[in-house]
């Protein structure tokens, strides 16, 4: 159950989308003061009851595709953490490669978004307690799909741009964010430190992704 919540989080938020062993805090001034853990709590109960009730229900895939990725875009920092998944990789690249980066992350956040629906039919939320951590509050939640065991998920929440925003997903001890920096960043060392290996890898797991 956890492996199968794992992927398809992951493939949701692809956040996440992820900073390296160092102690991760925020690169740029957009980050402020972190919610209070009412606040924080009260933010995942509401955006978990948004999604919940996109999938589970009326209208085809393509209006709830819509409607998810903007909510997605709404309570997700995907632009910070897609920077923060290429990790120093950033300083690497160069600005055309920047601008290519963040619109694939983008494209295949939205198109996970697309083809994860299915996996989400049926999925229920329950709220707990949030708790400080290292980069935000921390908001427990259960999620609990039919037949299946509950998986508990943890979701970081920070002050982004002003607002309370999803910065990392924890499910079963399992950072998704330091996951996908992991995997990012083992794709570039495996081509001499070349963010375009990266960038190759990401198109060809998007046409994948849109020819299946």
Do not use: C
Request: charge should be positive.
């Amino acid at each position: 159950m956890a492996a199968y919540f794992r992927r398809v989080l992951l493939g949701a938020f692809a956040v996440m989308p992820v900073l390296a062993t160092a102690p991760i805090i925020a690169a740029t001034s957009a980050y402020a003061a972190s919610p209070s853990a009412s606040a924080a709590k009260t933010f995942i109960n509401d955006s978990g009851q948004k999604l919940v009730g996109i999938i589970n229900g009326p209208g085809s895939t393509s209006e709830k595709s819509a409607r998810l990725r903007a909510l997605v875009n709404n309570i997700v920092a995907v632009d910070q953490i897609g920077k923060f998944v290429l990790g120093r990789y950033w300083q690497v690249a160069t600005p055309a490669q920047r601008s290519e980066y963040m619109q694939l992350f983008h494209q295949t956040l939205a198109y996970n978004i697309t083809t994860q629906i299915r996996a989400y039919k049926g999925v229920t939320f329950t709220t707990g307690r949030a708790t400080p951590g290292p980069e935000g509050e921390m908001v427990s939640t259960e999620v609990s799909r039919q037949g299946q065991s509950p998986a508990h998920v943890q979701w970081v929440v920070d002050t982004v741009g002003g607002q309370p925003k999803i910065v990392d997903v924890v499910v079963e001890g399992t950072s998704l964010r330091v996951t996908e920096r992991s995997e990012y960043s083992s794709v570039i060392n495996d081509h001499g430190g070349q963010v375009s290996a990266l960038l190759d890898a990401m198109k060809q797991q998007l046409a994948r992704m849109q020819a299946g």
